[in-house]
Nanobody, 126 residues
Framework: EEQVVESGGGLVQPGGSLRLSCVAS????????IFWTRQAPGKGFEWVSV????????RYGDSVEGRFTATRDNALNTAYLQMDSLEPEDTAVYYC???????????????????WGQGTQVTIAS
C-alpha cells in the first residue's frame, strides 16, 4: 500500500513554530517530489511548498516564503515542513503529497499517480 502519513499539527500561538512530518511507505520515496498543501475551512487547496526527490530543489508559496522550510531525509522515508513565525492565516489542514511530477502548485486531486496523506490540523490562535 502506497501511503504518506502526516503528523505534528496542533494548536500554537501566533509567532510560534511547528514541525510537520510526512512518513512514506509502500513506494520508492526518493523517486517522488514531496508537496505540502493546505486547506483552510471553506477554502480550496493552497500550495505551500515542494521539495524535489533529492532535496536540492525547493520552492514555496508566496504566503509562506521565508517562514517555512521543507526538508527531507530519504534514509528515513520522511519529509518535514518546519513552520516558523506562524500567523492565524496559516490555520488549515496540511497535507503531504508525493508526486512524480514537479510543479509549483498543488497537485490536482484528479491527477493519477499521486499519493495524498490524511492531513494534520494546524491551528494558529491566541
Amino acid at each position: 500500500e502506497e501511503q504518506v502519513v502526516e503528523s505534528g499539527g496542533g494548536l500554537v500561538q501566533p509567532g510560534g513554530s511547528l514541525r510537520l512530518s510526512c512518513v512514506a511507505s509502500g513506494f520508492t520515496f526518493d523517486l517522488y517530489h514531496i508537496f505540502w498543501t493546505r486547506q483552510a475551512p471553506g477554502k480550496g487547496f493552497e500550495w505551500v511548498s515542494v521539495i524535489s526527490e533529492d532535496g536540492i530543489y525547493k520552492r514555496y508559496g508566496d504566503s509562506v516564503e521565508g517562514r517555512f522550510t521543507a526538508t527531507r531525509d530519504n534514509a528515513l522515508n520522511t519529509a518535514y515542513l518546519q513552520m516558523d513565525s506562524l500567523e492565524p492565516e496559516d490555520t488549515a489542514v496540511y497535507y503531504c503529497v508525493a508526486s512524480r511530477l514537479l510543479r509549483l502548485d498543488t497537485p490536482p486531486r484528479t491527477e493519477t499517480g499521486n499519493i495524498w496523506g490524511q492531513g494534520t490540523q494546524v491551528t494558529i490562535a491566541s
